[in-house]
């Protein structure tokens, strides 16, 4: 089983949809949690931390849950510019001595005018 | 306030040559990973840089090494350069451990 695991996609979804994207990881001890997003041919961008509790950021939402863990990332009123790929990362954290991030595949979202 | 920065942009190498890439840290942080990221998959963790050591490794041979210096940047080398090593190298830095990562724009690196 993949540390890190997302459903490649594409998902192709009309603007003003919602979308929404999970992801699940494998070591249930792992202490932090992020969404990047990826443009073509560029480097990963922060998008969002992921806290226990749940957080928003105008149209996207992040969630937690610990006891299947997954991650979830909700886009509201998806626009052209959304079009991206999405990374799910997980870092272990320090009290498991690691220290790295573990990156799924990402998924791919086109959002389509 | 500059954020990450890497040089060079793109490189072509030969198979069997050796490669040095650089990174500087986004102003205040101390720590540095680089990552490799093939096409079409997400980054792959190569080691993480703390206090001028290498604090984690993943699971990449010896012929990638690598250095931080005082101020922090750092440099990845690789070795015995093979095909398969073309990709993505993203340098990303941040403050302390189980903080948020930012990446540089990465170097293209192709092996013929």
């Known amino acids: 089983r993949k540390e890190v695991e997302q459903d490649p996609g594409p998902f192709n979804v009309p603007e003003g949809a919602t979308v929404a994207f999970n992801c699940t990881y494998s070591?249930?001890?792992?202490?932090?949690f992020f969404w990047y997003r990826q443009d073509c041919r560029k480097e990963p961008k922060l998008l969002m931390s992921?806290?226990?509790s749940g957080n928003e950021d105008g149209r996207f939402t992040a969630q937690l849950n610990r006891a299947s863990q997954y991650i979830s990332l909700l886009i509201r009123d998806s626009k052209l510019s959304d079009s991206a790929t999405y990374l799910c990362?997980?870092?272990?954290?320090?009290?498991?001595?690691?220290?790295?991030?573990?990156f799924g595949t990402g998924t791919r979202l086109k959002v389509l005018a | 306030d500059a954020g990450v920065t890497q040089s060079p942009t793109h490189l072509i190498k030969t198979r069997g040559q050796q490669v040095t890439l650089r990174c500087s840290p986004k102003?205040?942080?101390?720590?540095v990973s680089w990552y490799q990221q093939a096409l079409g998959q997400g980054p792959q963790f190569i080691f993480q840089?703390?206090?001028?050591?290498?604090?984690q490794r993943g699971n990449f041979p010896d012929r990638f090494s690598g250095h931080q210096f005082p101020n922090y940047s750092s440099e990845l080398n690789v070795n015995a350069l093979l095909l398969g090593d073309s990709a993505l190298y993203l340098c990303?830095?941040?403050f302390g451990t189980g903080y948020e990562q930012y990446f540089g724009p990465g170097t293209r690196l192709t092996v013929t």
């Open positions: 990303a830095s941040s």
């Open positions: 070591n249930s001890a792992s202490q932090s």
């Open positions: 992921v806290y226990s």
């Open positions: 990362v997980v870092n272990p954290g320090a009290p498991l001595g690691t220290y790295k991030y573990i």
């Open positions: 102003s205040g942080h101390d720590t």
């Open positions: 840089y703390y206090e001028e050591e290498e604090r």
